[in-house]
């Protein structure tokens, strides 16, 4: 399944294998080997520094740099917009761990280990302290923007959200988080947006016609009940006349019916790598957000490449 918190996740993982490390060097295993995963920790850690500083500076460019468009005039092609979240005419709301009715969700079930054992401090500082995550869940209904121009629909799949409604309850050793973006709340997007029109399809009124007669002559019992009017299992002149102006009168409905549709405006995943960005949280801090992860990354990425660097000539030394 796919997850629309790439940092959070980062993080998460380089915590909890941090704790295994904590573990493993606090316990009588030989010298060499709690080099070795020290090290490779290390090395691990500032590759993930490294992705977090590229992925905040990237990020933080793009929130700075791009022009937000109006949806009613927005180009076709990666576009930023800027509006408030809203409901879909045809579409409810959605419910999720919290029951409250929002747009959009994502929970997390974490769960806290037994007790530690003996005198082992690292296994109960880990399991009295340290959530591990055990259910997520993340919705994938679609999600309106609208400014004062126009509204667009929201394909999230694919894309990295930050909302701003966050809530956190425990109930025994389990931790349960929920973030929702609701209704009326701002939102900040960035995506590949495109118009769909009725016009984008020429209609053929002589095909629809003739696709209709195709359907109703497949199946030969239905189209003479519906149109043979004196019972001889023929269809005579006069009937083939009806059912040809039954099919047009059906065909003009449709066409009628299709022009009078809405202009669609849809923002979904884009195709050429860029980055597809959802969130409820302002602009300003949006790129807040992003410039201190851009500042973490670096930060961890130098401090974990020198500490890796000093483990592995320390050991070299012994």
Known sequence: MHRSNPLALASGLLFLSGLGLLWYVSHDFPVSSKFVFSIGYCALASLAGFWMWQHGQRLARIIED?????????????????????KIDDM??????SGTPCLWYRWQIARRGGGGHG???AATLISHTVYIPDEHEESQSCIGIQDSSGEAVIFPHGSEIIAAHRQ???EGDARFTEERIMP????????????????????????EVASQLSIWQAD?????????RNGNSVLDPDEWEMMHREALRIAKQKQVKELAAPIVHRVMAPDNGYHFLISSKPPQKLASHYRFWRTFGLSLFLGMGVLGLWLAGLRLVI
């Open 66 to 86: 791009i022009p937000t468009s109006r949806i009613a005039s927005a180009p076709q092609g990666y576009v930023e917009l800027l509006g408030k979240a809203c």
């Open 92 to 97: 409810s709301l959605v419910t999720g761990l």
């Open 119 to 121: 005198n082992d401090l």
């Open 168 to 170: 956190t309850w425990h």
């Open 184 to 207: 009326g709340d701002p939102l900040y997007v960035l995506g590949d947006f495109s118009t769909h029109t009725p016009s984008e399809r020429p209609w053929d009124l002589v095909n």
């Open 220 to 228: 030969k019992p239905s189209l003479l009940r519906r149109f043979d």
